[in-house]
């Protein structure tokens, strides 16, 4: 049985992917002045103009970063989460509800949200 | 030393009796404290002068054998190799070790944590099991390779490291430090072939995945073992195991006895073999 074997690697990936994703996050977002990149605010000013979100949002790699981001932070906190209350030590019948209400949480959320970061890059694109 | 105490110093000891007592209970014993005693000393001297009924395990007087491991002022030690001086506090405060069941008094059951090691296999596994039986030579292995296992090697089994785990208290599927560690041991031992056989176990609920790496297993362990750094490093070992980045090796090759070597006079033959 390999599931804990399995879950903790990709626990560990999504990570990995969280800390290069959200170092991207912070360099566009808080890091403007520092590292001015004209590609990824190319309208100048804040980096949450409206003018730069929808010229980031045209572009295929930023909708893709954030789905990616997304299922990653999804599996990430929520295997942290389901760790933090299978310590209470729940019954295994439980423990399987838990894990099941956890999944189709995530799933959801992704769901959401995946559909939130394609309407915007179709917005983006009117634009 | 400054903090040698000096006249009587005061046993609170746990106290149960499974076949009397509800539940456990205090009972406290003054005796005098000589320079040089330690917490077992002090217990002796109860049963010998005050209470012959208070129980506990305890063998080798040395910290060898592993047998008393008692929670002493708060903190899982053994008794044999804890000097009351070194306590610091005229009340010396013993109770059986924590997250096991009380038989009697100072006796924890201990057979859990013996069960969560026996199923991970900690021994040696090859293929080569007449070699084993009747060896022709002896297994390769380099000093450097001795050393990426060698401190697991000086555990003893006391269960102190077990007491201290603050998951193995709340998570009975998590085998705990001592014989994760021990598995670490055998899966780092460049003579074993055991990797995927104890990866059946560690790779399910009972595997390493569970430790928070609070360290209070290697804080406390009275013989020096690391294990917290033992399941670190088997939960790495999993990690590329699973991504395909690790691969186990193949036991060490037996290493056979030189055949061209003329024994020199002046030293004697070995005795005879026993076993």
């Known amino acids: 049985m390999m599931r804990d ?53 045209k572009t295929l790699f930023f909708p893709i970063t954030y789905v990616v981001l997304l299922g990653a932070a999804l599996f990430h906190g929520l295997y942290g989460f389901r760790n933090i209350l299978f310590e209470l030590n729940p019954p295994g019948a439980l423990k399987r509800v838990l894990g099941w209400l956890l999944a189709l949480a995530g799933l959801g959320l992704f769901a959401i949200g995946t559909w939130a970061a394609i309407a915007a890059h179709r917005v983006a694109l009117l634009a | 030393m400054s903090n040698e105490i000096r006249g009587d110093v005061t046993y609170r000891i746990r106290r149960f009796d499974p076949d009397r ?13 000589l320079p040089g005693m330690t917490v077992l000393d002090g217990l002796w001297k109860i049963k010998e002068t005050t209470d012959p009924s208070l129980s506990w395990r305890s063998s080798c007087r040395m910290g060898v054998c592993g047998s008393c491991g008692m929670l002493i002022n708060g903190r899982a030690r053994l008794a044999c190799n804890t000097q009351i001086s070194e306590l610091g506090s005229a009340i010396v405060a013993v109770a059986p070790l924590p997250n096991f069941h009380i038989i009697r008094d100072l006796v924890p059951d201990l057979s859990p944590m013996f069960t969560a090691h026996a199923a991970l296999s900690p021994f040696v596994i090859r293929e080569d099991a007449a070699e084993q039986e009747n060896p022709s ?139």
């Open chain 2, 21 to 33: 007592d509800a539940a456990p209970r205090w009972q406290e014993s003054r005796i005098p404290a």
């Open chain 1, 5 to 57: 074997q399995k879950l903790w690697t990709w626990h560990v990936v999504a990570g990995l992917v969280v800390l290069v994703f959200l170092g991207l996050h912070m360099t566009i977002m808080h890091l403007d002045e520092v590292i001015p990149a004209a590609s990824l605010n190319p309208q100048g000013g804040h980096p949450i103009d409206w003018a730069n979100v929808a010229a980031r949002g």
């Open chain 2, 137 to 275: 030579g002896e297994f390769g292995q380099t000093p450097h390779e001795l050393e990426q296992y060698l401190q697991f090697t000086f555990c003893i089994k006391c269960g102190c490291c077990m007491a201290a785990c603050p998951t193995y208290a709340t998570d009975p599927a998590y085998s705990g430090p001592m014989p994760l560690a021990q598995a670490h041991r055998y899966n780092t031992d460049t003579r074993d072939g055991g990797f995927r056989k104890r990866r059946e176990a560690l790779a399910g609920e009972a595997g390493p995945w569970r430790c928070h790496y609070a360290g209070e297993c290697s804080r406390v362990c009275p013989k020096g073992v690391d294990p917290a750094r033992a399941i670190q490093l088997m939960k790495r070992q999993l990690v590329l195991d699973y991504l395909r980045l690790w691969r186990p090796r193949r036991p060490a090759a037996i290493i056979p006895a030189p055949a061209e070597v003329r024994r020199r006079p002046d030293v004697p033959e070995p005795p005879a073999r026993t076993v």
